[in-house]
Every structure is written in C-alpha cells, then in structure tokens.
C-alpha cells in the first residue's frame, strides 16, 4: 500500500478503505509517513468529507493506536464529559466537581487550547504546583479516593489523534466534522469511560458555526459512541457569544469559583445543569433531570461542590487554599474598559473574535512552543440582548502590554453590534442527542 495512492483516492472523493485508514494512521503514528503526506490527505478529507463508515474507521484506528485505559480498578459507573471547543467555556472546571460531589466518579481526559478556543489543562494550571502529569495508577487512585482526576493526553493514549490534532491545528483542517468527531470519540473511547456526555458548541464562536452542522457532528458522534458500546449523549448549546463572562485562563477559573459559591452567570449555570443531569442519570444517581438538578443544586449551597474541586486541586499537586481565595490567582499589571461608542441594544458579539483578542493579550499559543500568559483575557460587562448608553463599560480588556491591549481593543470593539431593537432571545441549549 502507497500513502499517494491514498491521497489520490481521497482527492479524487472515493471511500478509503478499513485497511487504507488503518495504514495512514499507524504509518504516522509510528513515524513512517511524514507531516506533509498527512497534511495533504487531511485537507483532501476536509474538501471531500469522509462517510459514516470512514469516520468510524478513523475513530477505532485512533482510539487503537496506543493503550487503552483499564479503568475497572474504579469503583461504580464513570462518565466523561467533552466540549467540542469554545470561548470562556470553562465548564470542566465547575461541572466536574459538582458532578464527583453527587457521587459520580469522574476520570477526564482533557486538552490544551485550540485555535481560537481555551484549554481545561492550561485554566487548571493557574492553580500553582497543578499538575494533569498522572501516572494511570495516581489517575485510578486519585478518583477511588476522591472523586475526581483529570489527566492530560498521554504520549500512549490515542497518540494517533495527539498528533494529528497538532498537524491539523497549523494546517487550518480543524474544522470538518468527521476530524472533530474521530479527534473526540477515539480520546474519550481509549480513556474508557462507561458513558459520556458531550457538549457539542454552535455559533460564530464554534467550530461548527451552523446549528445543521453541530446537528449532524451530535449525531455521529453518539452514533460512534453506541456503536463502541458506550452510553452517549450530546448536547447542543450556544456559542455565538462567549460562555459567562470571563475570556482568560485565570480569569476562567475564578468565574467557575463563583459559579460553585452560587453565584454564576445565567447561561453557564443553566449549561452546568444540563451537562451535569445528563451526566447523573447516566451514572445511575437520577431518574429524571429535575431530580438531577435539585442534587447539583444542593451540592452547590452545601458548600460540598467547592470542597470537592479544592480537594481535586490538592491531589493534582495545585494549592488548594486558592480555591477559597481567587484573588491570590495570577493577576495582570494593567485593566482597561472598553467604552460604547454608541447607544441601543447589543444585538451581536462575534464570538471567535473575543477568543482571538484573548490570544494577542498572550492567552493562548502561538506556536506550539508558546508560553502562555494565565492572568491575561477579557471579561465581558454586557452581553448580547444588554441595553447601553454611549460611554458604558462593554467589557475590561486584562492585560500585560500596553500594545496588545491597544490591538486587543480595537478588534473586541468591532466584534460588537449595537442596533435599535432589541435582539430575539434564543434558546441557549438548543438540542439534546441521544
Ligand atoms: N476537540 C477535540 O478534542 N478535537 C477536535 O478536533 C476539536 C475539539
């Protein structure tokens, strides 16, 4: 067999084969075909798109291309949860241990940031001494004793998909629904979850930016997931504004702090309880998803939830007393507002350009050897829907140069639309898939 040939073929918009797709992914995997061969067959598959049965194809061979994890040293049924990307989505960080406080054993494999879109590694990795560097036992360990454990993609663990997630973030081939859907179902197969619940984003903010596309990637994703014989639900929410308020690592972690001492944003409580009934039922906790809900209600006003995230942070090596005090979390030297430049109602905010101003303040990387900067992003004062006079604050730009915070600025202003008539308010959750 030929990579060109494969490359040829798929070009040409023909069907690979089980044992094509399964020759490209070891091949790069074990080093054999180069970048540049794998590159050209990803942006063929992007124009050509891949069917049903490829896209299955590539999952299995990813999600076989290294260990798997044995997750049966795990006492009752573990559900994984997932994010198919998006702005100040830092549900992880508050869904997590509200979830692991109710009962739910939770062993997440999380990544790093994306394009345009954060990373529950990088958010966690403000907590001083954090670390997602476990060994499976710490891993297996860490969840029978409290709860909750969250590791970073190992070199061993789908190393197919860590590679191509690299290749295909440079190579602007992100965005195509068989590559996201194999991406996270062969991740979420190796780590080995009983059930996973996915949050699949839509709007200008996601990748899949038509509510029909982020439909269909739902789909085939729970399709993959009860075809490996894993209990899967999708739930599709928005992303055409960004998720609460905060842009920004640090930033991030502190709105999900409020958000479990009972004081969260409206949209990203009301996404933590979708998420987080789903993830209950499907544990076996709840019945139904009011049942649900009332027990994340009462693990957030019993204090337990927060207690369980700094007990999380402490096994992970993080400092723990910053979970009671957020104002110790990396900070910027400078904060500027940013002013209306106009009076009526806030009718759109582009939502990918707020993730792309956090990148120049120095939020996230830009090559893969970048060093973020946690204190840096942006927290939003109004939101879409929000009336304001010329002169109110829009958002504050936290920043460490003056320079990016001038650009930054400038390009979050323009991502604003402000009209007379007050826009349509949609439903925030707008789909749930099982
Ligand atoms: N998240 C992933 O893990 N992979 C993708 O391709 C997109 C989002």
């Not at 989505?89 to 790093?112: E, F, H, Y």
């Not at 440079?170 to 197969?189: E, H, P, Q, R």
């Not at 920004?248 to 979708?274: H, Q, R, S, W």
């Amino acid at each position: 067999m030929r990579m060109y040939d494969i490359i040829m073929k798929k070009r040409n918009g023909e069907e690979l084969t089980k044992e094509e797709i399964r020759f490209f992914v070891e091949g790069y995997t074990n080093g054999e075909i180069p970048d540049y061969q794998v590159s050209a067959l990803m942006m063929a598959i992007y124009f050509q798109k891949m069917t049903e049965k490829e896209t299955y194809e590539l999952t299995m061979a990813m999600a076989e291309s290294g260990d798997r994890l044995d997750l049966s040293a795990i006492h009752g049924i573990k559900v994984d949860k997932h994010s198919t990307g998006g702005v100040g989505d830092k549900t992880s960080l508050a869904l997590t241990p509200m979830v692991a406080a109710c009962g739910i054993p939770v062993a997440k494999m999380s990544g790093r940031g994306l394009g345009h879109t954060g990373g529950t590694i990088d958010k966690l990795e403000s907590f001083p001494g954090f670390t997602t560097a476990l060994t499976t036992e710490q891993f297996i360990e860490n969840v029978n004793k409290i709860g909750i454990a969250i590791m970073g993609q190992t070199a061993d663990l789908a190393p197919a998909d860590k590679k191509l997630y690299a290749l295909r973030d440079v190579t602007a081939t992100v965005d195509n629904m068989s590559l996201i859907a194999s991406s996270i179902m062969s991740k979420k197969l190796a780590a080995g979850a009983d059930a996973i619940v996915l949050d699949v984003k839509t709007g200008s903010g996601a990748f899949m930016k038509k509510e029909e596309d982020a439909r269909a990637l739902a789909e085939e994703m729970v399709k993959i997931g009860k075809n490996a014989g894993r209990k899967t639900i999708a739930v599709i929410s928005d992303m055409d504004q960004p998720l609460g308020f905060a842009v920004g690592n640090a930033l991030e972690v502190k709105e999900a702090i409020e958000t479990l001492n009972g004081k969260g944003p409206e949209d990203f409580v009301e996404l933590c309880m979708t998420l987080g009934s789903r993830m209950l039922i499907a544990g076996g906790k709840a019945n139904t998803p009011e049942e649900a809900e009332e027990m994340l209600k009462n693990v957030i006003q019993d204090g337990s939830a927060l207690k369980k995230l700094a007990e999380f942070v402490e096994a992970q090596g993080g400092d723990e007393s910053f979970v009671y005090h957020p104002e110790r979390l990396p900070e910027t030297s400078s904060r500027r507002e940013l002013l209306s430049d106009k009076e009526g109602y806030i009718s759109r905010i582009v939502c990918d350009e707020v993730g792309i101003c956090s990148l120049i303040l120095g939020g996230g990387r830009e090559t893969k050897e970048s060093k973020i900067d946690l204190s840096v992003g942006i927290v939003l004062q109004k939101k879409v829907g929000d009336y304001v006079k010329k002169g109110d604050i829009l958002a504050v730009i936290h920043a460490n140069n003056e320079d990016k915070a001038e650009e930054a600025a400038c390009r979050l202003l323009k991502a604003y639309s402000i009209t007379d008539t007050k826009p349509e308010k949609l439903p925030f959750i707008k789909a749930i898939i099982q």
